[in-house]
């Protein structure tokens, strides 16, 4: 029963940037995935970091934008957005992965991000 803690979101204009972080113990076990959905949308991936962080990846929409570390002394994981779209636009979800390509453990509670001029 892990509890994950998503923050950072906010209201920015297009163009802009946001860091989420992603807070949790025990984070040094298993990966850390990044999700979104937008209102009447179905849940999709956004990124994934692996237990070590050595391994990272990115939906095509994102890839070159957004960048996912990890900060496991601190227990908490990053996604930096950079060049924002207001199809950005959604509340965005950490969750807990065995790896990357594995099966949603636990989720946060998510964090609304709002890309408008």
């Known amino acids: 029963q892990l509890q994950l803690v998503e923050s950072g979101g906010g209201l920015v204009q297009p163009g802009g940037s946001l860091r989420l972080s992603c807070a949790a113990s025990?984070?040094?076990?298993?990966?850390i995935g990044w999700f979104r959905q937008a209102p009447g949308q179905e849940r999709e991936g956004v990124s994934c970091?692996?237990?070590?962080?050595?391994?990272?990846n990115y939906a095509d929409f994102v890839k070159g934008r957004f960048t996912v570390s990890r900060d496991n002394a601190k227990n908490t994981v990053y996604l930096q957005m950079d060049s924002l779209k207001v199809e950005d636009t959604a509340v965005y979800f950490c969750?807990?992965?065995?790896?990357?390509?594995?099966?949603?453990?636990?989720w946060g509670q998510g964090t609304q991000v709002t890309v408008s001029s």
């Open positions: 969750a807990v992965q065995l790896y990357c390509s594995g099966h949603v453990a636990s």
């Open positions: 970091i692996n237990k070590s962080g050595g391994t990272t």
């Open positions: 025990g984070f040094t076990y298993y990966a």
